[in-house]
């Protein structure tokens, strides 16, 4: 295993002086190197405690990650698993947390807590998203 060393931008390179999410295949990354890939947008309030407070948040690991199809297309694990490289904006790229809001694909003021959702309108978000779908098959 190459050794690793943590630089002036935030970001974990090895030795070779390539960045570990290009040379490490997802089920070989450390804890801390798995967890730096989702740096801003997992900024949850009991982040150790999520699954016990939300019983819908899904632990992401190798596994579960091949296995749900609900990430968003610009999610780090999806693009390693799918064997693209992280985008420029990313955190561990570009050296910034803020890049992710410059960038304009942040979902800063575009949600709320579940818990401020009527149960109602989840169920007419979801028929929407179901007639859209339905919609472009035709």
Wanted: with cysteine; proline share 7%.
């Amino acid at each position: 295993m190459p050794c690793r060393l943590f630089t002036g931008r935030g970001s974990v390179m090895t030795l070779e002086n390539q960045p570990f999410w290009k040379i490490k295949a997802l089920e070989d990354m450390i804890p801390e190197e798995w967890e730096s890939l989702d740096t801003t947008t997992c900024r949850c309030l009991v982040y150790s405690d999520r699954t016990l407070v939300s019983g819908d948040c899904v632990v992401l690991n190798p596994k579960t990650l091949r296995e749900i199809n609900r990430l968003p297309k610009t999610c780090a694990y999806r693009l390693l698993a799918e064997g693209k490289d992280l985008p420029d904006w990313h955190p561990l790229v570009s050296g910034r947390p803020k890049t992710v809001h410059e960038a304009g694909i942040s979902v800063r003021d575009c949600v709320v807590p579940g818990r401020y959702v009527h149960p109602d309108d989840l169920l007419r978000k979801a028929g929407r998203k179901k007639r859209a779908k339905k919609k472009r098959k035709e």
